[in-house]
């Protein structure tokens, strides 16, 4: 019969690992994930599908064009494009049974129809963490997930991140005190700074609100120093509005938190123009760049809203997150060189090769070296000796225990050790 | 302004889960991934959105009809409705790149827009291990992922499963012996044996094969005895067609391995009835079922398959796999009360509550105690201590640390014993 053969293929856009860079993916989540849990942070996990009329609610612009739309029955439904709107749902509808403040993580899947560019994935992992309060919540909160995101940084070796971290309200009260009244204008337009380049950025701003207001703002946008001077510079330009006021000291206490957590000025820096789209945030928000490899853009972002749910609930629920986009993270990593230099500690620790007929011998070895935590398992094919030690070479096996009738006979195991290259013949109770 | 608040809700046949719940959900999971990973399985991730023409290669009928499926520009897409034909996608896909035998384990979401029940989702986690051979793979394997399946269950402290094992070959071969030309139409009221019951099942056969047949069939179904006695009386039927001896003997192996390996014949047993539907599997078939609560079906399948991706390529790919579907078993464990009475070892350790502004000192202590390992929390609000004793009885965390002015200048800490309910004050250097 002749069949009709397919081509495997996947679609566009879409991320897919061979198993070694697979297992360096998952240990790196597996690390986010212990850092979130050794924080106190709960999982949450929230369907993948869900009714569109909930999704999209508050959206509109880029975001819905991108969304994965479809019909089912009689029901609109919407792949989740983030993991904060559906979380903002959960808040909502399970607000009775929720203990707040609450601080939950989640790792999951998102999906968004981009134009399919390097580093940009139509499905990619986030790893968030938000903290939701009942009608109020500490700013120290938004110093401790950027913490957390630090944290998680190290634990996975990575060292030459930089938060950029602003407030929306500092840049909203100066527009208020300019009394520019294309406040929204003027916020897109920084923005795209670092897309369009300062001199392109200077000249649409003077076109947009003139010669001397622009030159004030270039002014602020430049403070230099170290994080302290410049909320020193913030501070000196003696503005009485209330909203820059709050924003100042906000961001103030922010990098007062961050210090006494021991996250040093190396790791970040008050950067004005993060602004993080007009939508949701209202206070803190931040990005994260790779330094010397700033071009791949943030790494991980998030900040401080004022209401998550009101889509959803009259409930006030402010709260601050963060999230690891860790697919893109990956895929950049890849492209500087990490991902080959990264340090599994999850191999196998022993491939059992029996020859001839001595399965039964053979795993009653494998259960014994069970027994004390180590992985293993049993090369069961009847293949050549150079064929299977081909494979104990291939998957990377710490060690090869070779089981012949001879070893059944003297109640032995012939252990190599493939890295020393070393043999011996010994009793297998005291590997 | 007054907001159009939409009611916050999931669609229906979706697993959502507050956080308690989650967190045994989670732990399940990992306790699983555990037991894949030690056995020296590899992890992979496959897109859960596929081109809509390989994911439907071979598919037909009642599963076709349940597939997600939608446009997006030109491309017609589907959900991915289990995990083996998206790896069977994957090894086609990559075979070169790939180390045969390869012992691949995944743990991800599927979608089937089946009738809302109880107990049956539209989307649920499937935690799957399948082990793929370059044209052979010896049976053994198919004895070793049942264990693994084994394994798997009782690390989570689960002991009332059965694995109800068959080969497929025996009654084919049977079939064939009594010149049954409606084999598949047999085969198919087999599979149905234990819904439709022992009187319409015998009244269907008998309609269909005749009475004398029908006996016989029947007396093959009804054997009884330990799996050593079932083999036994098989072998005793004494039939000399190639596929029976051929499943028998597979059978036999089966089951030897699986006594190697510790599995008692409490965990398993032969029975033939055990068909799972006609696509896919060639061999070795199992389910496995919840003693005592049989009713809610097979809380895990698999079996072993001639030809893995033969819709994808022209090499010979034989495999055997399980599949653990968790969200359904997670759904029957909460049923049976097994969740409420779960032992979970992940609770915080401690929360740390900061009275008066103390917050410098207590996020030193929350530094020195996550240097130990210990699961930690800082509350950051500033609430009545009532508030906050309260807010530490509600997340159930095992210890309370006060820090108010006293200690800071005492150079100690307020540490209460949430289970015993004892309080001291010691230097935190001694936690």
Same mark, same amino acid.
């Given at each position: 019969?002749?069949?009709n053969?397919?081509?495997p ?8 690992? @061979? ?8 240990? *790196? ?20 599908i869900?009714?569109? +009329? ?36 959960? /808040? ?16 999951g ?47 996975? !070796? ?19 005190? $300019?009394? #520019? ?22 000249? +649409? ?31 000196k ?17 922010v ?5 006494i ?16 789209? $007009? ?5 803190? /928000?931040f990005e994260?760049?790779? /330094? ?10 998030? !900040? ?12 006030i ?6 999230? #690891? ?10 492209? *500087? ?10 191999e196998?620790?022993y @491939? ?12 009653? /070895? ?10 293993t ?25 070779? #089981? ?9 195991v012939?252990?190599?050790?493939? #890295?020393s290259?070393?043999s ?5 109770k005291?590997?």
């Open positions: 019969m002749k069949r053969i397919i081509k293929s996947i679609l566009p856009g879409f991320m897919e690992l @061979l198993p070694k860079d697979q297992q360096i993916f998952n240990d *790196i989540v597996s690390k986010i994930t212990k850092v979130y849990e050794d924080n106190g942070c709960l999982a949450i996990d929230t369907p993948i869900e009714k569109a +009329e909930v999704l999209l609610a508050k959206t509109g612009g880029e975001t819905e064009k991108q969304v994965y739309n479809f019909q089912k029955g009689k029901n609109n439904l919407a792949l989740r494009f983030d993991l904060t709107v559906p979380f903002a749902r959960y /808040v909502a509808q399970y607000y009775n049974d929720l203990v707040f403040p609450f601080k939950r993580y989640q790792i899947k998102v999906y968004r129809g981009e134009r399919n560019q390097k580093g940009r994935y139509r499905e990619f992992y986030q790893c968030d963490i938000d903290v939701i309060g009942k009608e109020k919540l500490s700013i120290d909160n938004d110093a401790w997930v950027i913490s957390l995101a630090s944290k998680a940084f190290k634990s996975i !070796g990575l060292s030459n991140y930089r938060f950029q971290i602003s407030n929306r309200k500092i840049l909203k009260g100066i527009l208020d005190e $300019l009394e #520019i009244d294309k406040a929204n204008e003027v916020m897109i337009l920084i923005d795209k700074y670092d897309k369009i380049g300062r001199e392109i950025f200077s000249n +649409e701003l003077e076109s947009l609100i003139g010669a001397y207001k622009s030159e004030y703002i270039n002014k602020v946008l430049d403070i230099k120093g170290t994080n302290k001077e410049r909320i020193g510079e913030l501070l330009l003696n503005i009485k509005n209330k909203d820059f006021n709050e924003g100042v000291g906000e961001l103030k206490k990098c007062y938190i961050l210090e957590l021991g996250i040093s000025d190396e790791e970040f820096e008050i950067n004005l123009k993060i602004i993080r789209g $007009l939508d949701y945030y209202t206070g803190t /928000v994260t760049i790779l /330094v010397g490899n700033e071009e791949y853009g943030s790494i991980c972002s998030g !900040g401080r809203y004022d209401n998550l749910a009101e889509n959803y609930t009259n409930n629920l402010p709260g601050v997150g963060i999230s #690891i986009g860790v697919t893109r993270l990956f895929f950049v990593l890849k492209e *500087i060189g990490f991902i080959d230099k990264y340090e599994m500690k999850k196998l620790d @491939l059992i090769i029996p020859i001839g007929d001595t399965i039964e011998y053979s795993l009653e /070895v494998m259960k014994y070296i069970q027994q004390n935590g180590k992985k398992t049993v090369y069961f094919e009847d293949d050549s000796l150079k064929k299977k030690m081909n494979y104990a070479n291939k998957i990377g096996v710490k060690n090869v225990i070779l #089981i012949g009738e001879d070893e059944v006979r003297k109640n032995k012939n252990i190599k050790n493939m #890295i290259g070393e011996k013949s010994i009793d297998y005291l590997l």
